[in-house]
């Protein structure tokens, strides 16, 4: 099993809210890419539907690990790219249910003016730690 050590609250680091300020291991990187709400014919999910966005957003990411060898579990680290931030509770909530209980990962959450599709809502990209070959 891979090593993976969280630092949810070093000292004197403010506290998080569903992140790890710093998260580190031993193993193999997987990089994904950012993930849209686009199903596997390329067509927007969920058009002008938060929840139903990051709910596709969260299963290509989850999808694209698999094809890698690895999970949702081995997360480390995630940039997630909304277009408004009133889709906050929205995202806290699928990753909640997508991501295990207990440490959470390395995260960084930035508004943006839009995505390469302009209905789109969302967009995540993640790095995970899976176990040396």
């Given amino acids: 099993m891979t090593e993976i050590e ?9 506290p998080g809210n569903g992140y790890s300020h710093v998260v580190a291991g031993s193993g193999r990187l997987v990089v994904v890419s950012g993930q849209l709400p686009l199903d596997g014919d390329g067509s927007l999910v ?13 299963s290509n990411l989850r999808d694209a690990l ?36 207990g440490p959470c990962p390395a995260s960084s959450l930035v508004q943006v003016s839009g995505l390469v599709h302009p209905e789109a809502r969302a967009e995540i990209e993640a790095m995970a ?5």
């Fill in 66 to 101: 698999a094809a890698a060898g690895a999970t949702l579990e081995q997360v480390v680290k995630l940039t997630v790219f909304l277009t408004d931030l009133a889709d906050l509770s929205a995202f806290r909530s699928v990753r909640d249910e997508y991501l295990p209980s």
């Fill in 6 to 14: 969280h630092y949810v609250r070093p000292s004197g680091m403010p």
């Fill in 46 to 58: 969920g058009r002008g539907d938060a929840t139903a966005q990051l709910r596709q957003v969260f």
């Fill in 129 to 133: 730690i899976t176990p040396s070959a």
